[in-house]
């Protein structure tokens, strides 16, 4: 499985992006997907993340309201929408797959693939 993330930029604050998150890979069916963050000399963050099958997305409350995460099952991608961007926004952001059930959604080990991240830069 390879997670390819893209859509990353430079954005004024207040502004608007939309990261996405392609899977490729034979029968990838995933229980779980996520966007994480990392900030420069911090550690990777939970963002978001949403059951691959349905049900209710997760979301840190740093970005709740302003944040969403809808997935395209048929084109196997997950997006990452922000809205309302902030500088504390900075950061490289990764998304991530998990094949484990009653994993803990909001830690890295939940995951068992990981895309490259995409930086994400706001201005104040």
């Known amino acids: 499985v390879q997670l390819q993330a893209s859509g990353g930029g430079l954005v004024q604050a207040g502004g608007s992006l939309r990261l996405s998150c392609a899977a490729s890979?034979?029968?990838?069916?995933?229980?779980?997907m996520g966007w994480f963050r990392q900030a420069p000399g911090k550690e990777r963050d939970f963002v978001a993340a949403?059951?691959?099958?349905?049900?209710?997305?997760y979301y840190a409350m740093s970005v709740k309201g302003r944040f969403t995460i809808p997935r395209d099952n048929a084109k196997n991608t997950v997006y990452l929408q922000m809205n309302s961007l902030k500088s504390e926004d900075t950061a490289v952001y990764y998304c991530?797959?998990?094949?484990?059930?009653?994993?803990?959604?909001?830690?890295?080990?939940?995951?068992?693939?990981w895309g490259q991240g995409t930086q994400v830069t706001v201005s104040s």
């Open positions: 991530a797959a998990g094949n484990r059930p009653f994993s803990v959604y909001s830690r890295t080990e939940g995951y068992d693939y």
């Open positions: 890979g034979r029968a990838f069916r995933p229980y779980i």
């Open positions: 949403i059951s691959w099958s349905g049900g209710s997305p």
